[in-house]
C-alpha cells in the first residue's frame, strides 16, 4: 500500500514539475527576462487546507545577507487549479522576478504589498490570455478568464470575489476576538494586508484594460475600512505606472504605519 502511495506521489511530482519548468520558459519570455534562474521546487501537501489560510506555492526568502530563495508548491496542485494553474505560477514566478530586481535596495518582506500586487496584476494579464506583460489590450466583462478551476466569466469572477470578500472578512475578524493576542492580530494583520493587494490589484487591472463599466462588481471601501486611508494612500502608490525605490519605500513605511495601528486597535478592542 504504501508503495503505491510513493509511486503516486513521484508520478504527481514529475509531472507537476515538468509544468512548472515550461511555465516557467514562457514567464521569462513573457516578461522578457531571460536570465531568470528557477530555485529548486520543494513540494508541500496542503490540500485539505483552507484555500483563504494556505497559498498553495509561495516564494520563501530569509531575510539575511545571503538570502536565497525557496520554491514551495503545493503537491497536487494540477488537479486543485485546474485551468488556473498558469495564471497561478505566473503570479509566484512574479516573486523571483521582483527578488532579483529589488534584492540589492530591499528585502522581500519589505515590498511585500508590492510584489503581491505585481504578481496578482501578472496572473491577471495571463488568466486573461494576455500574449505578453507589455501587451496593451481591452478585456470585456463577457471575456472568459482562466483563475480558478473551472473557466468563467470575467464579471462573474469579480461579482463572487467581491462577494466572498463581503462575507470572508468578519469571520476572519470575530475568529480573531475569540483569541485576541498579539500574536494573532499580526496573523490576521498580515492576511487582511495580503488579500487587500489581491483585490485592489484586480481592481486596478479593470481600471487599466476593461472597457466596460464595472462599478457595480467591485467595493472600493472593502479592507480600507479596516485600515483607514494609509490603505487607500498605499493603493495610489501601488498603481504608480513606473515604480522606483522611493515608491517602495514611501508604501514600506505605510505598510509600517498601518501594521502598527491595526496592533493598536487589536489591543483596545476596537477592531
Known amino acids: 500500500m504504501k508503495k503505491n502511495k ?113 504578481a496578482t496584476s501578472i496572473g491577471m494579464k495571463k488568466a486573461m490570455k494576455f500574449t505578453s506583460n507589455s501587451e496593451i489590450k481591452k478585456v470585456y466583462l463577457y471575456d472568459e478568464i482562466f483563475i480558478e478551476e473551472k473557466v468563467t466569466r470575467l464579471d462573474d469572477y469579480m461579482r463572487k470575489l467581491t462577494s466572498d470578500y463581503h462575507h470572508q472578512i468578519p469571520i476572519w475578524i470575530n475568529k480573531f476576538k475569540s483569541n485576541n493576542t498579539p500574536e494573532n492580530a499580526a496573523r490576521l494583520c498580515s492576511k ?20 466596460d463599466n464595472f462599478v457595480n462588481l467591485i467595493d472600493y471601501c472593502l479592507f480600507i475600512d479596516i485600515f483607514s486611508n494609509k490603505a487607500k494612500e498605499a493603493y495610489e502608490l501601488l498603481k504608480s505606472p513606473i515604480i522606483d525605490d522611493s515608491i517602495l519605500n514611501e508604501i514600506k513605511n505605510l505598510k509600517n504605519e498601518i501594521v502598527i495601528n491595526f496592533a493598536r486597535r487589536c489591543k483596545n478592542g476596537s477592531i
Open 6 to 118: 510513493d509511486k503516486m506521489q513521484f508520478l504527481f511530482k514529475q509531472k507537476l514539475i515538468g509544468v512548472i519548468k515550461n511555465l516557467f520558459e514562457e514567464f521569462k519570455i513573457f516578461i522578457n527576462y531571460p536570465d531568470l534562474v528557477l530555485p529548486e521546487i520543494e513540494f508541500i501537501n496542503v490540500f485539505q487546507s483552507d484555500r483563504y489560510n494556505i497559498s498553495p506555492s509561495y516564494v520563501m526568502i530569509t531575510d539575511s545577507a545571503n538570502q536565497k530563495p525557496r520554491f514551495k508548491t503545493e503537491l497536487l496542485n494540477l488537479p486543485m487549479l485546474g485551468v488556473g494553474v498558469q495564471s497561478h505560477y505566473f503570479h509566484e514566478f512574479t516573486h523571483l522576478w521582483d527578488y532579483n530586481t529589488y534584492k540589492t535596495s530591499f528585502n522581500l518582506s519589505d515590498i511585500s504589498l508590492y510584489t503581491e500586487f505585481h
Open 192 to 211: 487582511l494586508l495580503n488579500h487587500y493587494t489581491y483585490y485592489f490589484s484586480k481592481v486596478n487591472f479593470l481600471n487599466l484594460y476593461c472597457n
